[in-house]
């Protein structure tokens, strides 16, 4: 019995010692290609502020690695490998081997700078048919693939070669790269990156602090990092701003008079909502007071003007414009916070992008919505632009065009709207036609809701439902 | 044996019964019983007992303990007298009555309450203590739950020691800045909250030291880094002069807390943070290394 505990007792612990190996093998790795070894990130690093990696080890001296004068405990975040295109055959694998990793490479075409493609999902087309042998030449370009979005590529163009860079997560990701690059290349190129946690937190504190000066580091950082994660964090950053920057009138109400607190009903109710909104202002209506929070509003209220002229002055917009499309930004996250600043700024010029991407069939729905509204925001100038659309567009641009409408309002909208519902026959636009005119809620478009009522009468369809719904909440109006 | 102390108990529960007070007893009961809400029964009980015999301390202590305004319609007289303060006071009272045994349990055993509202009472008591005499004693109780092997205790104290340091921050805070070194890790964790919660400056130069240890040379010298974390938001906490100090931070490229400084200094909006910040952008953050493979 006594033999027995013993033997159970060294099982646990060859069972333990089992274990401690396994996982430290298990996190390191030794790269034969390059002569180091590299490790996983530290658990507490990992996949905070997007941080992604691995870390070299130990390099064995006068091998590759150590030639190419690396240092250990630098964070290797992306492999980048080259694939050289001599005919047809190359060009189909290269761009089969480069996408399947991340959807993304980037094409060489003589004497053009570098394009960087981009594909939704996982297996879609990127468009482009080659022929050529020695020279490659572009044969074809299919409609409607990234390709043929790119203003840059013709027919006829000579395809240099293809480079893909692939972003690292794993030890896994690093090993399987690293073995496929060498098999084609006599040499591999490595990004490191310090880690970005720093800046990324800089960049968003910078966007809270609200500071005028803040706005070209933001800009410089959304058009030329390379660091998404980073230009994530600056495109969200300058949208607070933005926004910080159009509750100007409110703080100069409290800085003129050089007060924290003000009587809540002297300022605009919007101003004031989206002030509170920001966590910048407390407002309590009983008392009928309005305090700016401390410590931030109140040591923004001295900061507010020279970010103000900041922001009008600066070229926000033509910035925002750029990046609204999905053509020139793959990240849809940077996508909409443009969109937001657009909504917020709203400059009339902004009219014909916004309308572009709200027509855009490949734009996911949401940003296609931003788009609406922030049309809507700039209000009456925007109406033509969107009764274009409505009458030209497809069906879910119908429905954006046709409730962007409904929040501007006014008599023309109102006439076009009446018009369109009594003469569309698609159920899905009829709902958002009927919820549009609802909310302008004047004398005519009631009528115009009554005769609706009455053609629908005998219907059991959603629109009758929703009819008696719009007019049940009329008669009884919420307070 | 066993017969042997149950005899005992008896015994003295017997003696008991003879002198205590009737409702008091019968409250206690209550309490114990699984009748149909108990509690409020009880509290009448104890207040009856409290009319018999004012100095009762038990009594206080236990309608302290019980008194909830959820008993009566709001704004009556009853729902003000079952407020956070009156229950605070209830709790005093049964302190005037017997120092030592009711600073001991509001200390170790009222605050670890789950109620909120009897944990606030007791916060209550435990400040008029402060403020009436009984601050000495109260201290080292206090020093004891924070010094304490269990983290309820110490959790309970570093609240307890921030509250009423907020108002009394010239007795509070060098007690608190001793502790930063004890041998306790929990313990120092939660002075070094303590510290933010009061947000005196007083403590700005003992807090920069503590986040400055983590580069010491001896490895016992250096602080474990979720207090230095903690620090560096007490910092944020504290704001005002402590703003150079948390630019400081941010500054030093070896630091692992340049996050968490730049995050404090962000809601805190003090202006002096805007050129720093802009100043890490600048940083040259990556490089690409061409490696010539062996074959």
């Known amino acids: 019995m006594f033999s027995q505990l013993i033997f159970r007792r060294a099982l646990t612990v060859l069972t333990l010692i089992t274990v401690v190996l396994a996982t430290g093998c298990d996190n390191r790795y030794y790269d034969e290609h390059m002569q180091m070894e590299v490790k996983r990130l530290d658990s507490d690093l990992d996949n905070r502020w997007s941080t992604s990696g691995v870390v070299i080890n130990s390099i064995t001296s006068n091998g590759p690695a150590d ?21 047809a055959q190359d060009y189909t694998r290269a761009v089969k081997k480069a996408m399947k990793h991340d959807s993304n490479m980037l094409l060489y075409i003589k004497g053009k700078e570098p394009l960087r493609i981009a594909t939704r999902k996982l297996g879609d087309k990127v468009g482009l048919q080659v022929e050529g ?144 909104i920001l966590g910048l202002l407390f407002v309590d209506l009983k008392a009928n007071t309005a305090t700016l929070e401390a410590p931030f509003g109140i040591q923004f209220r001295h900061r507010s003007a020279s970010l103000h002229q900041k922001v009008s002055a600066g070229p926000l917009v033509e910035l925002a414009e750029k990046y609204i499309h999905l053509d020139t930004e793959p990240e849809q996250e940077i996508r909409r916070a443009c969109l937001s600043m657009l909504g917020t700024l709203k400059p009339v010029s902004s009219i014909e992008p916004l309308v572009k991407v709200l027509r855009d069939q490949n734009e996911i729905p949401g940003i296609r919505f931003q788009a609406g509204l922030a049309l809507s925001l700039i209000g009456e100038p925007a109406i033509d632009a969107l009764i274009a659309a ?45 919820d549009a005119i609802a909310k302008i809620g004047d004398e005519p478009s009631l009528s115009a809701l009554e005769r609706q009522r009455d053609r629908f009468q005998e219907d059991d369809s959603a629109i009758r439902i929703f ?13 | 044996m066993k017969k042997f102390f149950l005899l005992i108990g008896l015994a003295f529960f017997i003696i008991g019964c003879g002198n205590q007070n009737e409702h008091l007893a019968k409250g206690k009961e209550l309490i114990k019983s699984d009748k149909r809400r108990k509690e409020e029964r009880a509290v009448r009980e104890f207040k009856l007992a409290i009319e018999q015999e004012q100095d009762n301390a038990e009594a206080h202590y236990l309608l302290g303990f019980y008194n909830s305004q959820a008993f ?178 941010t500054q030093n490229k070896g630091s692992s807390l340049r996050v968490d400084a730049i995050r404090a200094l962000s809601t805190l909006g003090d202006e002096k943070a805007v050129q720093p910040l802009l100043d890490a952008l600048k940083e040259k953050s990556s490089r690409e290394v061409v490696v010539k493979l062996a074959n």
């Open chain 1, 67 to 87: 030639k190419a004068q690396l240092s250990t405990g630098e964070l290797i975040s992306y492999i980048i490998g080259e694939y050289t295109i001599q005919n």
């Open chain 1, 133 to 276: 042998n020695g020279t490659v030449r572009i044969k074809q370009i299919t409609p409607g693939t990234p390709a043929a979005n790119s203003d840059d590529i013709q027919i006829g163009d000579v395809i240099e070669k293809i480079v893909d860079e692939r972003k690292i997560f794993s030890l896994k990701d690093y090993k399987k790269s690293v073995n496929e690059f060498a098999k084609m290349n006599t040499s591999i190129t490595l990004r490191t990156t310090e880690l970005i946690g720093v800046k990324i937190a800089s960049v968003t504190a910078l966007g809270n602090l609200g500071d005028a000066r803040a706005v070209d580091a933001l800009i410089e950082i959304l058009q030329n990092n390379r660091e998404l994660a980073l230009r994530k964090a600056a495109a969200r950053s300058l949208e607070r701003l933005v926004a910080l920057s159009e509750l100007n009138p409110l703080f100069q109400k409290f800085q003129a008079e050089d007060v924290n607190q003000l009587p809540a009903d002297t300022l605009d109710v919007r101003h004031r909502e989206s002030a509170e």
């Open chain 1, 390 to 434: 409505f009458n030209e567009a497809d069906t879910a641009a119908k429905d954006i065009a046709a409730s962007a409408l409904g929040r501007i309002g006014g008599i023309q909208t109102r006439d076009f709207l009446i018009n369109a519902l009594e003469t569309t026959e698609d159920p899905a636009i009829q709902l958002t036609l009927v």
């Open chain 1, 467 to 479: 009819l008696d719904e719009v007019f049940s909440s009329m008669t009884t109006p919420a307070q």
């Open chain 2, 72 to 249: 009566y319609e709001a704004n009556q007289p009853e729902w003000h007298q079952a407020s956070i303060a009156q229950r605070g006071q209830h709790f005093y009272k049964a302190y005037q009555q017997k120092s030592r045994e009711y600073l001991e349990i509001l200390v170790f055993d009222t605050l670890r309450d789950d109620d909120v509202n009897v944990q606030n009472a007791a916060l209550e008591a435990l400040t008029l203590i402060s403020q009436k005499g009984g601050r000495k004693q109260l201290i080292k109780q206090l020093q004891k739950a924070i010094k304490s092997k269990d983290n309820r205790d110490r959790h309970d104290a570093h609240w307890v020691m921030a509250n009423i340091g907020k108002t009394n921050p010239s007795t509070m805070v060098p007690l608190l800045i001793d502790l930063l070194n004890h041998k306790q890790m929990g313990t120092r964790l939660n002075a070094v909250k303590a510290l933010g919660e009061i947000g005196s400056e007083a403590a700005i130069p003992a807090l920069a030291e503590l986040i400055e240890s983590g580069s010491a040379r001896r490895e016992a010298d250096r602080e474990v880094p979720e207090v230095r974390q903690l620090a560096v938001a007490a910092l944020g906490k504290i704001g005002g002069r402590a703003v150079p100090e948390l630019v400081k931070i």
